[in-house]
């Protein structure tokens, strides 16, 4: 290509101002608004602003229970908008860039830095002009969008609380093996016995509910009673192949004798106390409603019965695992002594060895002062972190070099196999030379998508520590830090690789290096 020529397609590329980008969300498969509409009209209000789309960033992460750095789409945003690729962002609503109103305001205030503007692709959706009362107004619509989860979630809550209270059983998704839902005229649910009957089943043979039960009372105790229930119903059901868990699932759930915990967080074996008089085991029964919407399986002599059997042979039932609430130096602390982690237990951490505990508003104000004590004094935090910057930024261009000459070659390379093409040899990506390259350029390309994730956060965990460190109010940052969770954690685990800490002794921190 001719000298000229280039330099003409060069000067008619868009420049930054002229490129947007767009960004979808979406936290649930039932949301009304799928990342392929959000993106089709964010196409249609970027035709509108005669602007160019530089690149779309998806993401399908909650904006509720994670920060936005937590999201590999929006890291590679973030990544692009600070590397002045574009000065423009189309997002549907901004409920999609955060629901929480200190996330939005971080995330306004670093596009704010970088010169970029965020419009919206929603009819109807206020649009900050950058203006202070414009800001305040903003900020109370994404707080009371902060708010309607929460009141939604209390709504659910109650009503489920009140149902119970009335002995309605309620059940959200499938009903429990052995029943099917039915619904009469005013939409109200009950629950009555669906088709598990075992094998060759009659009228006059029981259900697999109560062959399970029967059989369960009739084993002797013994360590492996669930394993071999489990084989002896197996042998007889035909609708289901039952496992362990759920077997010791539906001994455990009062729903199959008509019953229902008034207290759902309540554990059901906790209800299995021993008898003040007898000092036998027995079922508190006042911590059960009967349930008037469930026809009862088996009789509730002997649910309690087999309740009290399950206290007496405990079995672990496979749960799943939730994701824990959030909080300061999370996964950074363990014990010196027995080199357990510390986990926030209450107003306390705790190793799991009991050695160490301290008030949870002891440690914070110790280790944010010791923090700050370091960055003030010592600017090696900051260094490290531009040193690692710059090694990221030269391994992406590293990998980005790599990756230009492997589609050189493997250009070359395909010239050279349709020259050489022939009728006994049609395969012509079957090429084991051409599928290595390949295989390398998908390696380089994650490689790169990893790297810039992390030079994003490194990024933004740069500019908060050159922020705190002109501060120098301690008391003043402490406190945003308290207040900010959620944003303090990410910086945390970016500049701590652990701290070390036991009782009384000073908490020794070792920083990311």
Not at 40 to 55: G, N, P, T, V
Not at 236 to 265: C, W
Not at 440 to 451: F, G, S, V, Y
Not at 495 to 503: D, Q
Request: hydrophobic share 30%.
């Amino acid at each position: 290509m001719k000298p000229q020529i280039r330099e003409t397609i060069k000067m008619c590329e868009p420049n930054a101002e002229e490129y947007a980008a767009i960004y979808a969300r979406r936290s649930t498969k039932i949301e009304n608004n799928s990342i392929p509409s959000q993106i089709a009209i964010a196409k249609e209000r970027i035709e509108s602003e005669k602007l160019f789309i530089y690149d779309i960033y998806e993401d399908k992460e909650s904006a509720t229970k994670f920060h936005p750095l937590h999201r590999p789409g929006f890291k590679r945003l973030m990544y692009d908008a600070m590397n002045g690729k574009f000065k423009t962002i189309v997002v549907f609503r901004r409920d999609r860039l955060a629901r929480r109103v200190e996330d939005l305001i971080e995330i306004k205030n670093t596009f704010k830095k970088h010169g970029i503007k965020i419009i919206y692709s929603n009819k109807g959706e206020y649009e900050c002009d950058g203006s202070y009362l414009s800001s305040f107004i903003e900020n109370i619509i994404i707080a009371v969008d902060e708010l309607e989860p929460a009141i939604l979630s209390e709504r659910i809550a109650a009503g489920k609380k009140e149902k119970r209270e009335r002995g309605e059983y309620v059940c959200g998704g499938c009903p429990p093996f052995g029943y099917k839902r039915e619904h009469d005229v005013n939409g109200k649910s009950s629950y009555v016995h669906d088709k598990d009957k075992s094998k060759n089943a009659t009228d006059n043979k029981p259900y697999l509910i109560r062959e399970i039960f029967k059989k369960y009372l009739e084993l002797d105790n013994d360590k492996n009673i669930f394993n071999n229930l489990t084989k002896e119903i197996n042998k007889i059901s035909d609708t289901k192949k039952f496992t362990k868990e759920s077997i010791v699932n539906i001994i455990q759930r009062p729903v199959y004798a008509g019953l229902l915990l008034l207290d759902e967080n309540t554990n059901v074996l906790d209800a299995v106390i021993e008898d003040p008089l007898s000092h036998k085991l027995t079922v508190d029964k006042t911590l059960f409603k009967k349930c008037t919407n469930v026809t009862k399986i088996i009789e509730r002599e002997t649910w309690y019965k087999a309740l009290i059997k399950c206290k007496l042979n405990p079995a672990k039932r496979k749960t799943i695992k939730k994701d824990s609430k959030n909080y300061l130096f999370k996964t950074l602390l363990h014990c010196s002594k027995c080199k357990k982690p510390l986990h926030l237990s209450g107003k306390r951490y705790r190793c799991s060895n009991g050695c160490t505990s301290i008030p949870e508003y002891i440690l914070i104000d110790t280790l944010f002062n010791q923090i700050l004590n370091d960055l003030f004094t010592n600017t090696n935090i900051i260094k490290y972190q531009n040193e690692k910057l710059k090694e990221h930024e030269k391994q992406i261009i590293k990998s980005e070099s790599e990756i230009k000459a492997s589609s050189d070659r493997q250009n070359k390379l395909l010239l050279e196999i349709i020259e050489n093409y022939s009728t006994e040899n049609k395969d012509i990506l079957n090429n084991a030379d051409l599928n290595e390259l390949i295989s390398k350029e998908k390696t380089e390309r994650a490689k790169i998508e990893t790297l810039k994730q992390e030079s994003t956060q490194l990024k933004i965990t740069l500019e908060k520590l050159t922020q705190i460190s002109n501060l120098k109010n301690r008391t003043l940052i402490i406190n945003m830090f308290k207040r900010n969770i959620e944003s303090t954690q990410q910086l945390l685990i970016t500049i701590i690789k652990e701290v070390s800490i036991y009782k009384n002794e000073q908490p020794f921190i070792e920083y990311q290096r």
